[in-house]
Every structure is written in structure tokens, then in C-alpha cells.
């Protein structure tokens, strides 16, 4: 026991207790994050380089990225023009000469010497008679006994900083290594370890640091990797674990006919999906333990209704119910829809959102704090202020893929626990699902209302853009409404609108002449956005031009065209929602992209959207394109940084993890165990930001 004791604080060293690093090394590790000892260990490679088999220069394969290795023969800088330099260094071995070749890296001239042994990695180009390789990576060797490390072997390449070279960083990490890698705890159990497999965890480390071959390397990726979700997953489950034993602290009534008479009143029949899932949340209610439950259902699947119905069984039950949404017009839509549902079976609905009048605003308030509001519809800012609910129930977060773990967290403060169902039509990748929402329970909305079309989309260029105008004109014709969705203008809402006015502007004058058209943009009051989406829903407007506010959740069913102008600009996400605007009612309905993309990345979303509409594609898609942190902000919502697992590609493992995480709780759900005591001791460490999410109650 004192001996662990004293191991974990040699790991929380500073690291200049380690050999070679002085306080102008730990000034530049502090600008890699490094400060301890753990941290040095746990520096993962961004890549590796097989140096134990070096391409002789004669062998360099043009257009392939090789390593070489030769002696400097000359460096020289030239200035072909203004503005450019170029650096090159002739390089031989044995074999033949090959030219290193940099731009505008002029520091690099005085880092090169004749007669130095370098190593070089960069992409090979045979031209004009020459080998070239192109602003190579390189590496000064010095010769002595210490090239074991760098040469000869594969090396590692770590995310690195200025002024801290390769060669000195990789010293760093052995001599690291070398003195206190043994102080680093073995916390997985023995029994799992064996039957999975893994290395033992300073092995691990040895190798992921230095492997003598890809597989070793491969063992050792997936030893760590599996350790970093498997403690993620430990927290969410322990997570779990400790809602459902919380007791809600209160009770629904049991009578009531208010969910049937609900249900009878709807204008169409429920799907078997929408039942099915209603029906869960309905027991969920009944227990006494909190109700935490993701709704997964694809744009158009129906899911307003199920929070309705939700909210009924809450008000039924005799408490209060709050719907939120990401923006003031879903709000706003959402209560419009709601209220004549609603109000004819005796339910109180309230709106509440920014741009209410002060002495409204407080009537509100005053409502919902005396208990006369049933149910009040509002942005996630309900969560924020300051509202005080009389008898809060059930809170149902629209549309909202990003509302994470950490959110969810902040409703539950003040001791107080009321059920939750988070909403979301973005296709969450299962990789996500697990991490983000691994402690929730899952419903799936997998059957779309009856009668429904699938969307036609189709990418045009600019220049087809008079077709395409005159295509909504003949939809006009037929008595459908088209939606004119401007171009994003990132970071600024005011240029937005203004785009989309002079954009009304413009159309209203050429190619939509005569047609009814309005404008919705962020910059208006509430009062104008809402009497303008009442036009377009009641059919007095033809066109609706809009900024990208229309994204989520607006439903006129009539609307049979969505026009994307500079569709390449919005992320696939985005798309997908704002495709989903059509496709409501039972005509054909057409997603037209305009574009003239001049990026790769713009270029591929525009056809995958032409290709799918399958939410789940596209989701994986943009996970490809844009990375797990970008697409989910995974970062802001408390999940740690990962150093080796990658939510992109390493599902089996987190599966794997999932799977042993919950057999370890099922047998020790409190980690009481002795043998479970260094995992006891991670997760603290690791999560302590996190701790009242494990010891919830
Ligand atoms: P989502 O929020 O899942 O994108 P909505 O709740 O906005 O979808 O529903 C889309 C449209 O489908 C709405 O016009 C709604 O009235 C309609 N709808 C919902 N459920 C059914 C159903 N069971 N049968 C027919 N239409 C339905
Ligand atoms: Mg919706």
C-alpha cells in the first residue's frame, strides 16, 4: 500500500526530474501539455517511421513517401523569384544522390552542415533527371551508441513543438521510460487482462513508445486504448447505476383519461413506432427512478408528437412539464402546434423564450412558479435562468444533438430529479451514441408516418440557376410553397440577413416576379419571425426565403422545394435537417443544391447527399470528414480527451470495453473489491471534475 502510494507520486513528478530535461525543455513539453512524468509516458506517438529497413536512394520510388538515409554534400538557398526560397541539400549514399527540398524554411540552411548523416522522410519526385523529396522530414544522427534509439529500429514521431527536435524529444521519453515506467499502476484486473489478452500495462507502454514491429505495436494500441474507454465507460455506467437508484422523490397519479382522450384527438393515427416508443416512456414514468431516455428518429419521423404525448402523461399525473428547443422559432413552432392540441383538454400551455414584452415575461414566470402553467415551451435557456417550477415533472430537449452529459447534469442540481428525454434527428454514429450518451436509455423512432416520398436531391451549378427558379415557379403553380435556403455567412447573423433580403430583393424582381415572397432571418424579433412563419404556414406566402434558422424542426407539410444557394458552405448535417424541411405531405417533394464548390470536402458532401438520405449515412460521412470533436463538441460536454483510442475507428474496442465494463459492475458495482482498487483510484483521478457524476445520490 505505501508503496503505491509513493509509485503514483513519482508519476506526478514534474518532469524535469526526468534525465535531459532542464527548465528550458519543460518550458517547451509545458507548451505539449507535459508537466509531470505521466504525462512524458503517456505522450503517445502521432506516427512511426520503420527505419530498421531504409530505402537506398537509388530505390526511392517517385510519388511514394520513403525514408532514406545519406550524407549531407551541399545546401544552398535560392531565389528563383520574389518571395520564394528554396532550400536544397544534395544528399548520397552508397547508391546514388537525392535532393532534399524545401520552400520558404530558410531557418533550415543554417541547421544543415556538410558531412552530417541525416534521416529523411517526405514524398519522392523524380524530375528533370533529378530524385527530389519533397520538404522532407528529417533528422540529424550523431553517431554515438545512443542511435540504437533512433536509427535501425522504427522510431516514433511525436506531436512535437519549436526548438524540441524528434531526436531529443524521443531521448526524453526513454529516459522516461527507463526510470519510471515501473511506477505505473496496473489497474485493469488480472482476469480480465488474461482473457482479453492485453499486455501488461508497462509492457504496453514499452512497446506503443518504441515497438520492435507493427504488431507489437498494434498489442499495445489496443491495450491502451481499451483501458481509456473502458474507464469512460465505467464512469457512464457507474453513472447509470447511481440514477436509477435515486428516487425521483415524487409520484404520478395513476388515473386519468387524459393520454387517450389525447391520442383520439390526433388528426391521424399513431405509427407502431411512435406507440411502441410512447409506451416506453410511459413505464419509464412509473418507476420511481428518474426517467433518462434518448429518442432517436430520423427528420420527419414524427417525434413532436411523442413529446407531446409525453407532457400529456406528465400533466395527466398531475405535475408540470417543459418542452426546449435550440431556437426561438422551433419554440415558437412548437407551441403553435401544441396549443390547439392541447388547450381543448384542459392543459395550460406557455411560451417562453427571449424576445418576450418584460410584464409578459413575468406573467409567465409567475405561472409556472404558482403552478397554473401545465406545460411551458421554451429555448434551452429554460435550464439556464433562473425559472422556478412548482411542481416540475418531466423536461423533454428537442432536437438537440449536442446536448451532452454535462448539460444534463446542471438539470439535476439542487437535489432535485426529474425525468428527461433528450430528442435528436441527427443520426447519432453508434461510436458517439455509446460515449455521449452511454448512460442513457435508448428508443429508436425507426418507422417513418405513412404516405411519405422520398426527397429527390439534385446538385446544379450556378449557371442552371434560372431552371431552377422556374422549376419552383411551376411547383407555385400546383399550389406547393418553396423554401430559398441563403448562404452561410459564418460569425455573422447581420450579413446573413442581409443576404437574405437582398436575395427576397433580387427574386422578387426576376425570376420569382409576382409570387408571394417573405423572409425569415436570426436578426428579427420574435414577433416578426412568428408572423412570418404563420404566413408561409397558412399558405399566403409562396416562397419563404430564409437564413439557415429554418434548419431545425420546421414542419409545412405543403413545402414541396428546398433551395440551397452555396449549399457547399453548410456542413452535412445541416443539410440533411434542412432537406428534412420537405418531404411532409404527400406530394414529391425536391432538394435542389446550388453549387460551384471549390473545395475537395465541399465537392464530396454535395454528392453524398445526392447519393443517400439515409440520416445514418450521412452522419458516419461527416464523422469522416469532420472528426468526432468538431461534429459533437464532445470536447465542451466533460468527455476527457482521448490520447490513443479513435472514435472514428476503434468501435469493436469500445464495444469490447462496454461489454466488460458492465460485466465488472454486474459482479462489484460499487468497486469494493481489492482487486478492483486501482480502477477505484483511475477513475477518481481521471474524472475527478467528474466525480458528481458517478456519486450522483
Ligand atoms: P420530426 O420532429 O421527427 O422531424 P415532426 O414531429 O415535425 O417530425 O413530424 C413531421 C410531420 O409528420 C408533421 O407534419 C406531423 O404532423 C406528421 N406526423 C407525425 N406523426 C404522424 C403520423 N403518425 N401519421 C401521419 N403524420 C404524422
Ligand atoms: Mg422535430
Not at 301 to 316: E, N, R, W
Not at 320 to 327: E, F, R
Not at 497 to 502: R, W
Request: aromatic share 6%.
Amino acid at each position: 500500500m505505501a508503496r503505491q502510494e509513493s509509485d503514483k507520486d513519482l508519476l506526478r513528478l514534474p518532469v524535469q526530474y526526468v534525465k535531459g530535461v532542464g527548465p528550458a525543455r519543460a518550458r517547451q513539453l509545458a507548451r505539449l501539455g507535459i508537466s509531470t512524468v505521466a504525462d512524458l509516458l503517456f505522450h503517445i506517438p502521432r506516427r512511426y517511421e520503420d527505419r530498421s529497413n531504409l530505402t537506398l536512394i537509388w530505390n526511392l520510388a517517385h510519388g511514394k513517401v520513403e525514408t532514406t538515409q545519406g550524407t549531407v554534400v551541399s545546401v544552398g538557398d535560392l531565389r528563383p523569384r520574389h518571395g520564394l526560397t528554396i532550400t536544397k541539400a544534395a544528399i548520397v549514399d552508397q547508391t546514388g544522390v537525392a535532393y532534399a527540398v524545401w520552400y520558404n524554411q530558410p531557418y533550415i540552411k543554417r541547421m544543415l552542415r556538410k558531412g552530417m548523416q541525416l534521416i529523411l522522410t517526405g514524398k519522392v519526385e523524380r524530375r528533370f533527371g533529378e530524385i527530389q523529396i519533397q520538404s522532407p522530414e528529417f533528422e540529424v544522427l550523431e553517431g554515438d551508441e545512443e542511435d540504437l534509439l533512433h536509427t535501425g529500429r522504427i522510431v516514433p514521431i511525436y506531436p512535437s513543438t519549436e526548438g524540441l527536435s524528434q531526436r531529443t524529444l524521443r531521448s526524453i521519453v526513454h529516459n522516461a521510460l527507463t526510470a519510471f515506467v515501473d511506477a505505473v499502476p496496473e489497474i485493469l484486473p488480472g482476469d480480465l487482462r488474461e482473457r482479453l489478452h492485453f499486455l501488461e500495462i508497462r509492457e504496453a507502454l514499452r512497446k506503443m513508445h518504441f515497438p520492435s514491429s507493427e504488431e507489437e505495436h498494434l498489442q499495445a494500441r489496443r491495450r491502451l486504448a481499451f483501458e481509456e474507454l473502458f474507464l469512460l465507460q465505467l464512469v457512464l455506467l457507474l453513472r447509470k447505476q447511481a440514477m436509477g437508484q435515486v428516487q425521483k422523490g415524487f409520484r404520478y397519479r395513476q388515473d386519468g383519461d387524459l393520454i387517450k382522450r389525447f391520442i383520439e384527438s390526433l388528426p391521424y393515427p399513431l405509427t407502431g413506432a411512435q406507440r411502441r416508443v410512447i409506451a416506453e416512456i410511459a413505464a419509464d414514468m412509473q418507476s420511481p427512478h428518474p426517467m433518462n431516455r434518448l429518442i432517436q428518429g430520423d427528420v420527419g419521423s414524427g417525434k413532436t408528437v411523442i413529446a407531446a404525448a409525453a407532457l400529456v402523461l406528465c400533466v395527466q399525473g398531475g405535475y408540470q412539464g417543459a418542452l426546449m428547443a435550440p431556437t426561438e422559432i422551433l419554440a415558437g413552432q412548437h407551441y403553435l402546434t401544441l396549443k390547439p392540441l392541447l388547450e381543448p383538454l384542459g392543459i395550460r400551455v406557455a411560451l417562453l423564450v427571449g424576445g418576450l414584452e418584460k410584464d409578459q415575461r413575468e406573467e409567465v414566470l409567475e405561472g409556472i412558479a404558482c403552478g397554473e402553467v401545465d406545460i411551458v415551451i421554451g429555448t434551452h435557456a429554460l435550464i439556464q435562468e433562473d425559472v422556478t417550477f412548482a411542481r416540475l415533472g418531466l423536461v423533454v430537449v428537442d432536437e438537440q444533438h449536442k446536448f451532452g452529459v454535462m448539460q444534463r447534469a446542471r438539470l439535476r442540481q439542487k437535489g432535485f430529479y426529474p425525468d428527461v428525454i433528450v430528442m435528436t434527428a441527427t443520426p447519432i454514429p453508434r461510436t458517439l451514441a455509446l460515449t455521449l450518451y452511454g448512460d442513457l436509455d435508448l428508443s429508436l423512432l425507426d418507422e417513418s408516418p405513412p404516405g411519405r416520398t422520398p426527397v429527390v436531391t439534385y446538385w446544379r451549378r450556378s449557371s442552371s440557376r434560372s431552371k431552377v427558379y422556374a422549376f419552383c415557379r411551376e411547383q407555385v403553380q400546383q399550389g406547393r410553397q418553396v423554401y430559398v435556403v441563403c448562404p452561410l455567412v459564418e460569425e455573422s447573423e447581420k450579413l446573413e440577413a442581409k443576404a437574405a433580403l437582398e436575395m427576397a430583393e433580387r427574386l422578387s424582381q426576376t425570376e420569382l416576379k409576382g409570387l408571394h415572397i417573405g423572409v425569415l432571418h436570426g436578426r428579427m424579433s420574435l414577433e416578426e419571425k412568428e408572423k412570418v412563419m404563420r404566413s408561409f404556414r397558412n399558405g399566403e406566402l409562396d416562397v419563404l426565403v430564409s437564413t439557415s434558422v429554418i434548419e431545425v424542426g420546421i414542419d409545412v407539410p405543403n413545402a414541396t422545394v428546398m433551395v440551397i444557394e452555396d449549399a457547399d458552405r453548410f456542413g452535412l448535417a445541416q443539410l440533411h435537417q434542412l432537406r428534412g424541411r420537405v418531404g411532409r405531405g404527400p406530394w414529391k417533394s425536391y432538394c435542389i443544391l446550388i453549387a460551384d464548390p471549390t473545395t475537395e470536402e465541399g465537392r464530396k458532401r454535395l454528392e453524398v447527399m445526392e447519393r443517400t438520405s439515409d440520416g445514418f449515412a450521412i452522419a458516419q460521412e461527416d464523422l469522416v470528414l469532420r472528426g468526432p470533436g468538431e461534429l459533437f463538441g464532445t470536447r465542451q460536454h466533460g468527455l476527457p480527451d482521448l490520447r490513443v483510442a479513435n472514435l472514428l475507428t476503434d468501435l469493436p474496442i469500445l464495444e469490447e470495453a462496454r461489454r466488460e465494463a458492465q460485466r465488472l459492475l454486474q459482479e462489484d458495482p460499487t468497486l469494493e473489491d481489492p482487486r478492483h482498487r486501482g480502477l477505484r483510484g483511475a477513475l477518481e483521478r481521471r474524472f475527478r471534475e467528474q466525480v458528481e457524476l458517478v456519486s450522483v445520490s
